[in-house]
């Protein structure tokens, strides 16, 4: 797997997607409007494909969609599916991909700042079932990784927020000038991400995914914040009234700093600074969930067996995975999180 930043739309017609004999672009109805028309003139002929916007379509019916158009391309193994899209697309193509006909190739296009810096790296692609996220998928890399930094430019504020709260958990786990780069950071919007500060993201993930690609130890340290994160996440999606993924990751992290601070050993200073950070850009939402629905949530979670193992941070640049959690310390932290809140 590569990863290749192109500066100008231009450059799409020249990174050999015409070598493929028959090439599937899928997308979704927003990247259609505001992304697809910016690079449509550059790349070779194709097929669209047009899914529903939103995590609640990243499903078995998405992922069967694509497998049957796959099928009526006569698309073969050297073929080629374009993800053109966030994370919910890469993570729902490259799952299709990958088990289409035992493996096709996938090549991603990320549009929004989530996938450029996370959702598009490391090899994980997978799909929601029965309420839990991810629950199915495969570690697969896709083919090649175009990154087209000018899209960002489409997004809107609460998306380029929701890409930062990645930022904020590789910053946490790498600490050092990352950190402070990204504590530095006054305002978000489009130009605050370079393609140096990106590539310095995507490094972080990089290098913990090369030392455990299928996440048996090192690469649970990149679950920071999502352990309780996504527990809030699927039950805002069941009740209709879904909040962004970012979002979710950073009310995942300052539970997980909450526990952390009382019961294994991040510092009162350390815990002011996330705290203090994650207070300058984002609301804290309201958890209208009781402890148990969070707690069901959880023991679904594939990251859990018959322990509840969390990834918390122990200081910036100190992230301890398998971190055994018990259920009233994440009713405590819930309970603090509301105080704190108010």
Same mark, same amino acid.
């Given at each position: 797997?590569t990863?290749?930043?192109?500066?100008?739309?231009k450059?799409f017609s020249?990174?050999?997607?015409?070598k493929?004999a028959?090439?599937?672009l899928?997308t979704?109805?927003?990247?259609?409007?505001?992304?697809?028309?910016?690079i449509q003139?550059?790349?070779?002929k194709h097929?669209?494909?047009?899914i529903?916007?939103?995590?609640?379509?990243?499903n078995?019916?998405?992922?069967?969609?694509?497998?049957?158009?796959a099928?009526e391309l006569?698309?073969?193994r050297?073929?080629?599916?374009?993800?053109?899209g966030?994370?919910?697309?890469s993570?729902?193509?490259?799952f299709?991909?990958?088990?289409?006909?035992?493996?096709?190739n996938?090549?991603y296009?990320?549009t929004?700042?989530m996938?450029?810096?996370?959702?598009a790296?490391?090899?994980?692609?997978?799909i929601?079932?029965?309420?839990v996220?991810?629950s199915?998928?495969t570690?697969?890399?896709p083919?090649?990784?175009?990154?087209h930094?000018?899209f960002?430019?489409?997004l809107?504020?609460?998306?380029?927020y929701?890409g930062?709260a990645?930022a904020v958990k590789?910053?946490?786990?790498?600490?050092?000038?990352?950190?402070?780069?990204?504590e530095n950071?006054?305002?978000i919007?489009?130009?605050?991400f370079?393609?140096d500060?990106?590539e310095?993201?995507?490094?972080?993930k990089l290098a913990?995914v090369e030392a455990?690609?299928k996440?048996?130890n090192e690469?649970?340290?990149?679950?920071?914040?999502?352990s309780?994160?996504?527990a809030?996440?699927?039950?805002?999606?069941?009740?209709?009234? #879904?909040?962004?993924? =970012?979002?979710?990751?950073?009310?995942?992290? @300052?539970?997980?700093?909450?526990? %952390?601070? +009382?019961h294994?050993d991040l510092?009162?200073?350390?815990?002011?600074?996330?705290?203090?950070?994650?207070?300058?850009?984002y609301d804290?939402?309201d958890?209208?969930?009781?402890?148990?629905?969070?707690?069901?949530?959880?023991?679904?979670?594939k990251?859990n067996t018959d322990?509840?193992?969390?990834?918390? #941070?122990m200081?910036? =640049?100190?992230?301890?995975?398998?971190?055994e @959690?018990s259920?009233?310390?994440v %009713?405590? +932290?819930?309970?603090?999180?509301?105080k704190y809140?108010s």
């Open positions: 797997m990863h290749l930043f192109l500066e100008k739309a450059e020249s990174i050999g997607f015409e493929q028959k090439l599937l899928v979704d109805e927003n990247v259609k409007k505001h992304c697809y028309p910016l003139a550059f790349l070779p097929q669209l494909m047009l529903a916007a939103g995590d609640k379509n990243k078995l019916e998405n992922a069967q969609a694509i497998w049957n158009r099928l006569n698309l073969g050297n073929d080629l599916i374009i993800a053109l966030g994370g919910v697309i993570d729902l193509c490259g299709a991909a990958s088990t289409y006909k035992r493996g096709t996938c090549s296009i990320p929004s700042l996938a450029m810096v996370d959702a790296h490391g090899g994980k692609t997978g929601n079932l029965g309420g996220k991810n199915v998928g570690f697969t890399n083919k090649n990784i175009y990154i930094v000018p960002l430019n489409t809107s504020k609460a998306e380029l929701s930062f990645e590789h910053g946490i786990i790498e600490g050092k000038s990352l950190w402070k780069t990204i950071r006054t305002t919007n489009a130009s605050s370079t393609p500060f990106i310095t993201l995507i490094q972080v913990i455990d690609f996440e048996s690469r649970k340290k990149l679950n920071l914040g999502h309780i994160g996504h809030i996440e699927s039950l805002y999606l069941e009740k209709a009234t #879904p909040i962004s993924h =970012g979002q979710a990751v950073i009310t995942g992290i @300052v539970l997980e700093s909450f526990i %952390a601070h +009382a294994f510092n009162d200073e350390d815990l002011n600074t996330i705290l203090r950070l994650i207070s300058t850009h804290w939402i958890i209208p969930f009781s402890d148990d629905a969070i707690l069901q949530k959880l023991s679904n979670d990251k322990q509840m193992l969390f990834t918390l #941070p200081g910036i =640049g100190n992230v301890q995975q398998n971190c @959690v259920a009233l310390q %009713a405590q +932290a819930i309970e603090l999180y509301a809140r």
